[in-house]
């Protein structure tokens, strides 16, 4: 797929599930082809550090570095610093391996220097290779919380500690109201050589909801008059990782691509749907531009094939 030289592609992006769609675009856009634009909403501080688990699974992921078991975390790992600090008693429940805990202390310095998670994270990007821009959606601070029978508990309270078991009846995320989009990704949104905009097969509710959250993000995206995509990270009724069809069902949506379709539709062009789902296709709507395809990414070439089919249904939609 030759993407246009002069044409940009933003992706949208939150952890694992969006990282393999990121790395499959990197292998056929340029660097002045494409930015990534990732979630920081499951950030969080923990034992004086900075938590940036979405921003490190994108940067672990497109640099190669990434524990390829987990999606999360860095591949060839040790754990002498969490062996060490169980024996003190300290905090384990949230697994820091030693290579990860470099990066950790690393943007902690940056940070206490007054330095924005945008600038440590182009920092972190140049230093492992990353020539593609990753940024974080915003500079101030958003944190995701779930609400469970015993009240609005910290995201990764749920998703790790508790390993998002408790039912949810709502999702908030903290500090979005009046917060901005990052300087990176307002220029993104704004820029005349936008070409589409694909919104990777994330957990819609917790990874994307908090990108769309961002003051007059929304709004921008359903001015544009440049594709905007989604790949459903609905396959066959499940998620393909994570709790997104957990999340569905105790939220009474169905668990299908449509719910993920009329979750985004007022601002929605396009929708990419995995081919044992086409059935779907018909209860759409018919504005969508709908393709079908395989969308499950196991290897590299999957990651590859989805890319292109996206940059293939944006071009078919100009
Ligand atoms: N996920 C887990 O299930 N258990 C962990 O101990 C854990 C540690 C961890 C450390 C660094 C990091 O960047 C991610 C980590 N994750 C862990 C994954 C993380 O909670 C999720 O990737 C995102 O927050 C959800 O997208």
Redesign the pocket.
Known sequence: MNWPKNKRVLALC???GGAKLALGLTQVLGPDQLSIVV?TA?DFDHMGLR???????VT?TLSGLSNQE????RANESWRCMEALRALQGET?????DL?LA??LYRRTQLDKGLSISEVTADLCSKVGIEHSVIPMTDERIETEVKTASGWIP??RY??EQ?CQPVISAIRFVGSEQAKPSPGFTQELANHDLGCVIICP??PF??IDPLLSLLGVREQLAKLQVPVLAVSPVIGGKAVK?PTAKIMQELSLEVTGNTVAAHYSDFLSGFIIDSTDAAEAVALPSSLSVHTCNTLMKTLEDRVMLANECLQLATRMQ
């Open positions: 939150g952890g694992v979630n499951d938590i940036c688990p979405d921003l490190d699974t672990y987990t999606g999360w975390g429940w949230f697994k820091l391996g990860d990066t950790h995201f990764q998703f790790v390993q994330s957990n917790l990874s994570g």
